[in-house]
Each structure stands twice: as C-alpha cells, then as structure tokens.
C-alpha cells in the first residue's frame, strides 16, 4: 500500500508523532495504519524505557478544586524549557483533572486511568517520545475542606500551597496560602511537630548550651525559650506574617474568627538530587570526542 500524503495525516493526527516518524513507521508496516500505530507506541516505550534513568527536576505543579476537594501535582521534565511545552502543558493539566475526579490512591492507580483512550502511563509513554525527554508524574496530594472552603496559591508554577480553613473570607485563605507558599511551614502548630523532631532539636540546643558553663537551671531555660523560638519558627501559626511581620498567622486567623484546618505545599523538584553540569566542560568532552572520531 502506498504511503500518501493523507496516510501520513492522519496517523499524525492520531497518535501526535512528528510527520517524518509517521511516514517511517507508515513504510515499515506497508501502509497499515493500525500496525503503525502499535510501532509508534512500542519506539515511544523503547524511547521512554532509555529516558528514563534521567535526572527530571524541572517542571510544573497544578493546583486544582471542585470546592469540596483540591489537588495538587506534581509533574517533571529534565529542562524549564520542555515544562513550557504546549504538550507537555495539556498532559500535566489532563493528569490533575484525573487526580480531582477520579481521586486515585496512588500512583500506580492514576497510571492505570484512562486519558483519552489510552492509559495515563501509555500518554506519558508517547509524550516522552515527543519532547525527547524523561518525563514523570512524581507525586500528588488530596485536600479536603472538611466543611469549611480552600484557597490555593501557584507562584509561576513551580511552587503551590493549599490552604483548608474554616471561618473566613477567601482574602483570608489565599493570604495564608500565600505565606504557606512563601515560607513553607512544616504543620499547622505546635501539636503537629514530629515527636523526632523536636527531641532532636532540644538535644542539639542543649549540648550548645551546655558548652556555656552556666548552671543546670539557667541551661533548662536557655533550651526552652529557644524551643519556643524554633516551634514558631516551623508551625503555620506560630510564624510572622508575611504581609505583616508584626503579627503572627496564628493572631491573624484569631483577628478574622478563622480555623485552619490543613495545608500541602509543593515545589518543583524538592528533595530532587540534580546532577551539576559545567556547560563550557561539556563543549570541550564534544570537541574532544569529535576529534577523536574525526
């Protein structure tokens, strides 16, 4: 069968691969639009299976809500450059409308949805064969507002807060989502601090000040009060507010009659080790190389 213009067309138009991988995979199965279908899908996995021991770190987060609920999501790519891409944009937007209906347990349930006809884990498939780099859905979070409503906060789209408060406009949330974003508390208050935690900091405070000579009494002091100066420190509530730094978000929250219930905060490629690259060593390895082969 011949490969026409209109073959290649529409198998473009059908899977969403570049025009010159068309016509290739159109060659190779004699025209049959079917059978190049399936030998895009397996050179995407075979692309995708290669990509991905590399390093994504970049990327976006989505925030999404139906007023009940809200998601947060994020999805990474190895460059800022590709996270702008208008299909990477459209996959990580499909994902976070799949994460607020479906409400997946994890993400080996949100892989196995459906996203227009194939699975999230087969479009995450064709889409790495389509930008040419790894792509991955890291991790998403579920907030509910518990009664009460949620504001979210997305700061150029690589850091998003989720606030669930209770008593309040939603001036009052969207600033709080704001300052969650901004300074990035570890709980709400002091009741929320991991019992690990804080024994380890009055561990390392007390062995500073046990240094100062001073009696057992005043050391036990000294410890406590900055106890107290790093639980503000950490906890939602207890930190300056970041639109007046004269009041707490615990004060604000008692001021405006509010409660807040919970917050998630995310930012692209957190805890992510990312490989340091020296661009002007890299240009000198490819001058070598090539001279090598040359």
Known sequence: MA?????????????????????????????????????????GQAK???????????????TKTDGANAIVVEI????????KDDNFMQFADGVAELVL??????LDALNALDMGGKTVADARTELVAKVGENVGI??????????????????????????????ADDEFGRDV?????????????????????????????????????????????????????????ITLLGQAFVKDPDITVGKLAKQRGAEVVGFVR???GEGIEKKEENFADEVMKQIEDASKTG
Do not use: W
């Open 48 to 62: 995708a299976d290669k990509k991905s021991g590399r390093i994504a770190a970049e990327g976006v987060v989505i």
């Open 76 to 83: 990474n790519s190895e460059t800022d450059f590709v996270a």
């Open 138 to 167: 890291r991790r998403f979070e579920r907030l509910s507002a518990a009664g009460g409503a949620i504001a979210s906060y997305v700061h150029g789209s690589r850091i998003a807060a989720l606030v669930a408060y209770k008593g």
């Open 3 to 43: 490969v026409t213009a209109a073959l290649v067309k529409e198998l473009r138009e059908r899977t969403g691969a570049g025009m010159m991988e068309c016509k290739k995979a159109l060659v190779e199965t004699g025209g049959d639009i079917d059978a190049a279908i399936e030998h895009l899908r397996k050179s």
């Open 266 to 268: 995310y930012e692209v």
């Open 101 to 106: 209906s479906a409400a997946p347990a994890d």
């Open 177 to 233: 989502a704001m300052h969650v974003s901004a300074t990035s508390p570890v709980c709400v208050d002091e009741a929320g601090v991991p019992a690990e935690t804080l024994n380890n900091e009055r561990r390392i405070l007390t062995e500073q000040a046990e240094g100062s000579g001073k009696p057992a009494d005043i050391i036990a002091k000294m410890v406590d009060g900055r106890i107290r100066k790093f639980l503000g420190e």
